[in-house]
């Protein structure tokens, strides 16, 4: 099963992309959490990446491209994966339809969480992130168990770089422009289904699963 996770910053595509994950055993891939593993362990990937990231642009295509198609490389993704912040440009999303067209597969579902600008600012500025596992809270919709500590690993939780409020109307701004464009690409190829993320992250879920299905 192939699933493509489209939806503005903060709408809930990493939230609801590790539930998928977990529910239709197949990988989570978050390219927003590939780059930002790579700041953490500052390799060369990580510094190019970071001087966009930090302005709340995108990473250029070219080093996105080569990061995913390196990706599905790995032998967990015979069995597909579900994509989280990639495609975020046409480009992007032809050279996703290219390696699977070259391979002889296609995307199952491209699945867009909508939410309106106004609810993003605010989840934003409430969200903690696990930059060792990528797990992601909230600190009213979704804590931790232990203040600031992530569950699953137990690292200190973070407020990403990116979230301050005026990098968040940037990347909002970028969205618009940029990323959803690519619901008309995909309601064109067939594939897009709406689901309502202004729901609380467990009705969002069960949207995902009637269209997914068991
Ligand atoms: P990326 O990491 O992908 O960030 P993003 O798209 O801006 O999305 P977020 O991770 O901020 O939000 P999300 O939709 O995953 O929401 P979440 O589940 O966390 O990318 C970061 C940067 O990397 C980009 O700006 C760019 O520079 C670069 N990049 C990455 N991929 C790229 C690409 N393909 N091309 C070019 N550049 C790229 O939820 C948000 C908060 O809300 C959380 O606190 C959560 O707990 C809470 N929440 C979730 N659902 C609900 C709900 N239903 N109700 C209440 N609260 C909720
Ligand atoms: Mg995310
Ligand atoms: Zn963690």
Known sequence: ????????????????????????????????????????????????????????????????VELIMDRFKEPDCEGGYVLDGYPRTIPQAEALDSALEEAG?????????DVPDEVIINRMSGRRACLKCGATYHIQ?????????????????????????????????IYHEQTEPLEKYYSEHGVLYNVDGTKDMDEVFESIRTIVGN
């Open 141 to 173: 919709y979704n804590p931790p168990a232990v203040e600031n500590t992530c569950d699953a690993c137990s690292e200190e939780l973070s407020l990403r770089d990116d979230d301050r409020e005026e990098t968040v109307k940037n990347r909002l701004e």
């Open 1 to 64: 099963m192939k699933i493509v996770m489209l939806g503005a910053p903060g709408a809930g595509k990493g939230t609801q992309a590790k539930k998928i994950a977990e529910s239709y055993g197949v990988p989570h891939i978050s390219t927003g959490d590939i780059f930002r593993a790579n700041i953490k362990n500052d390799t060369e990937l990580g510094r190019k990446a970071k001087t966009y990231m930090d302005k709340g642009e995108l990473v250029p295509d070219e080093l996105v």
């Open 105 to 113: 597969e296609k995307l199952d579902y491209a699945i867009n969480v």
